[in-house]
């Protein structure tokens, strides 16, 4: 009989998304509320903030004794999620596991095929209604292939339910925010304040051929009210002691009306949270009227995807924006004293050096506070993937994590595709030290801790040793600022 539930993370550390600080996993916040209204007794637990290897997770998982172990995985976070199924098996005897995430929703198939000796059931689409009725389904003994989402092995073969839709509404979703660990999760700028990841809405509805997010929402977005998120948002402030927030959905500006309304009732019944977003250029252009609200309402950081500077690649890529427009919505962002974070995606089949170092110099141009340059991933399931197979070097799904180079360039080696990429690094966040002095004062210390924590504690140390040695006055800057 299953009871107890674990929702595990799998302990994978890539850097790319560990830079700013820790935060809960949303979808298991959601998954877990949904679990305990249907009578049963989820526990959280984030290995991967936690640090702990396998060893450890197989210890704690003997303390928990779930009777199902459920964890998500994005493409490089897959083997990481495929051991930590293993070492629920091999510590819970006759434990049920199952995997969700972006990755095992369209890799079912391969996943169940090589790897069903540790996942049972692959969960597909959104989990609240998924996981909770298999779990009833498989305690009253019945057919799983009833339950709508999933996937599993049956008879040598794989056997794939229907899509569970969309849900259409979601104001008033059961939460477990209790279950979470709050100790853990801190934005290191601001590092006195407990980090959450609050949804907004979900889904997308462009056509990046690159990105997965497109795919796996079918192109469609739903959003919350204004009011049940302000009314979510006051409640992790007041009761966990929550300052920062991080909106976790691609696009939660899409409807103007709605983010208007947003905005309006921050600053109305200051809610006083510092906000993390992430948003399209054109969302950011079009709101330049009020682009001043967004600092009142408490938005301090936004992240906007130029991906690149040249418009034959932003075509290549369907992001339905014109290379100009980057510049103009970053301008708008740091002219309002916000953080401007960006990235720029580089190592395409047709790159050269010529072309990295231009997109280089255009980034300076652009001058976002920020700057990532991330190596193009081949999701296998995006649209692009086709266009990028002939070319991929790795077929180590762990990877794909936007640091190591998995595509090489036809005219380029992909170590020196990696120097130029670390060299875009040095040369930007050098640049960017040396004015130091003439930001704003939100600026200039919130710039300064981050870019200590980027030298010290993210994954660029791995590859640069720190950036590399610091030029004298650098080195001056940094013992004075910070």
Partial sequence: MIRRIALVTPPYHSGVVETAGTWPNVAFVYIAGALREAGFEPVIYDAMILDHDLDRIGRELEQMRPDAVLTTAYTSSYPAAVRLLEVAKAHLPGVVTGIGGVHAHFMYEEVLTRDGHAVDYVLRGEGERTAPELMTCLNAGDDPAKVPGIAFSRDG??????????????????????????????????????????????????????????????????????????AELEMLRDRYGVGVVMFSDETPTLDQARWERILDLLIEREVGMHILMETRVDDVLRDEAIIDRYKQAGVNHIYVGVERTDQATLDLFKKNTEVQMGKRAIDLINSNDMISETSLVLGLPDDTPEIIEATFELAQHYDPDL??????????????????????VSHDYEDYNLVAPVVK????????????????????????????????????????????????????KQFMGGLGQMPAEVNKLLGKWL
């Fill in 157 to 230: 073969g794989v056997v794939a339910t229907p899509a569970r839709p969309f849900m259409t509404e979601l104001d008033g979703l059961p939460t477990a925010w209790d279950l979470v660990d709050w100790d853990i999760y801190k934005f290191y700028p601001l590092p006195d304040s407990h980090l959450a990841t609050v949804s907004t809405s979900r889904g997308c509805d462009q056509a990046c051929t690159f990105c997965s997010q497109q795919a796996f929402w079918r192109r469609t977005w739903r959003s919350r009210s204004p009011e049940d998120l302000i």
């Fill in 409 to 460: 360039p036809k005219t380029m080696e992909v170590d020196e595709l990696m120097t130029m990429v670390i060299d875009c690094y040095r040369r930007f966040y050098m640049g960017k030290l040396k004015r130091v002095p003439t930001m704003t004062p939100f600026k200039r210390d919130y710039y300064m801790i981050t870019m200590k924590l980027l030298m010290e504690n993210s994954y660029l």
């Fill in 371 to 392: 700057a990532f340059f991330l190596t193009i991933a081949p999701w296998p399931y995006a649209d692009m993937y086709d266009d990028l197979k002939p070319h991929i």
